[in-house]
């Protein structure tokens, strides 16, 4: 019988070395599909990757070796990026909450830019860009007035705690002078994530590169870097279909090609989380015990939600399942409806619900794919204390554990830290 294999290393083995739940990375996937994007668009456009998708610096050296900058969001992502190889001008901040290390640690690291996203950080990073007797350069983040159909998540157009509203920087001319130590460089807008039409990103694009030349000769700054944002999506569930990379390319790279011949010099970035890793990440978890209840049938795993908060359903009401299969028996055909549950103590512990699998037993591995991206780390790993799982990453054939998983110990280990050091005291 046949069993699923990442580059001809059996799950049972991997299972067996590595021990459940943990997230199973494919590196030529993740290679392969960066690779196949890069190459068919238009190479003036740089493909960031947000670290948010997925933090493992393994992923970010793999994704950094095949052509991808870094988009990063917090301190601990800065520096994900820097050990994954990723040189500082190829790293974007971005967030709403940036702290004043975190500013100082981009102007510190002189990275290619802060996208900054309200009136108030401008006036920090100018004022922290001033002690450093220099100017930092600020791409803005703008809530443009347009919103674009097509997305799992509209930004534009709302109230949202995100960037500039259009209007406001319409109305203040005199934003570059106030900031002397600011040198304004950019634009940048990102309309939404889980974007499964061509035309949707195409129109995003349009619209953005619009934008980036009728705001910046307003303002009086000249485009050296336009983020046209991404929010590429991939198919999860049975009504959806992957975008076609040809049909996207087909629509973008004349975008691209026009404001690239407009603005010789100007960089233009594509940020992607989600489509850079979904496909190359499988969750696997262990089948511990199988009972019924009130005639449904319930195989409970040794992880669920706790690791893939993900799997419970995405911006619906109605449950929608991941594709989920049974790794060690992958030819054998569905036979039967299951709900696969996990260890936590709440109802809504269900990563597959009415599932079409075959008869399941203690022991067997339950595998969700598409599950590289917001995975371990937009889930709450550490609600009932079973911690982080493992992560390994395939690569060259060979399978290496690239995030360990946390032990009790380590949970422990945080708390009533009396013994050790105090923390310095922040002014
Ligand atoms: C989350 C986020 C991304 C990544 O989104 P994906 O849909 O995973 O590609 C990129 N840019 C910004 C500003 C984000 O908030």
């Not at 109305?171 to 634009?187: I, K, Q, S, T, W």
């Not at 049975?238 to 990379?245: M, R, T, Y």
Request: aromatic residues 6%; proline residues 6%.
């Amino acid at each position: 019988m046949s069993e699923f294999t990442v580059q001809g290393n059996g799950i049972t083995e991997l299972a067996a070395e590595f021990g459940t739940p943990m997230y199973l990375y494919d590196g030529d996937e993740l290679a392969g599909g960066l690779t196949a994007l890069r190459e068919r668009l238009h190479p003036a456009l740089e493909v960031f990757f947000s670290l948010k998708a997925n933090p493992n610096v393994a992923i970010c050296r793999l994704l950094h070796e095949n052509g991808a900058r870094a988009e990063v969001s917090s301190m601990a992502e800065l520096l994900t990026a820097r050990r994954a190889g990723v040189g500082p001008r190829d790293i974007l901040f971005l967030g709403p909450g940036k702290s004043r290390a975190e500013i100082e640690a981009c102007l510190d690291e002189d990275i290619c830019a802060i996208i900054c996203e309200s009136f108030p950080e401008l006036a920090v990073i100018d004022e922290l860009a001033a002690r450093r007797g220099r100017a930092a350069r600020v791409v803005l983040r703008v809530n443009p007035n347009f919103s674009v159909k097509g997305s799992g998540l509209t930004m534009g157009g709302k109230p949202r705690q995100f960037g500039f509203d259009e209007d406001q920087l319409l109305a203040d001319p005199e934003l570059a002078a106030r900031h002397p130590h600011v040198r304004l460089m950019g634009v940048q807008v990102y309309m939404g994530t889980r974007i499964l039409s061509e035309d949707s990103v195409a129109e995003n694009t349009r619209q953005i590169l619009e934008l980036a030349d009728r705001l910046t000769a307003h303002l009086g700054f000249a485009p050296e870097l336009v983020d046209v944002g991404g929010g590429l999506g991939v198919a999860y569930f049975d009504n959806e279909s992957d975008l076609d990379v040809d049909v996207l390319t087909g629509l973008v790279n004349p975008l691209i090609d026009d404001f690239a011949a407009r603005h010789p010099g100007t960089r233009l970035v594509m940020e992607l989380g989600r489509f850079l890793t979904a496909n190359a990440g499988t969750y696997v978890t262990r089948v511990q015990y199988v009972k019924t209840s009130h005639g449904e049938r319930f195989a409970v795993a040794d992880g669920g939600t706790n690791h893939h908060m993900a799997a419970v359903g995405i911006g619906s009401f109605v449950k929608r399942n991941f594709p989920i299969r049974v790794l060690d028996r992958w030819d054998e055909p569905a036979s039967e409806t299951w709900n696969i549950t996990g260890p936590l103590c709440t109802p809504n512990d269900v990563i597959g619900k009415k599932v079409e699998l075959p008869p399941l037993r203690a022991g067997d591995l339950i595998g969700v794919l598409r599950s590289g991206a917001y995975g371990p780390s937009a889930s709450p790993v550490l609600f009932l204390s079973h911690g982080h799982p493992a992560e390994v990453l395939v690569h060259d054939g060979r399978a290496r554990l690239v995030r360990r998983r946390d032990e009790p110990a380590d949970l422990l280990r945080a708390q009533e830290p009396e013994d050790a050091p105090a923390e310095p005291v922040r002014s």
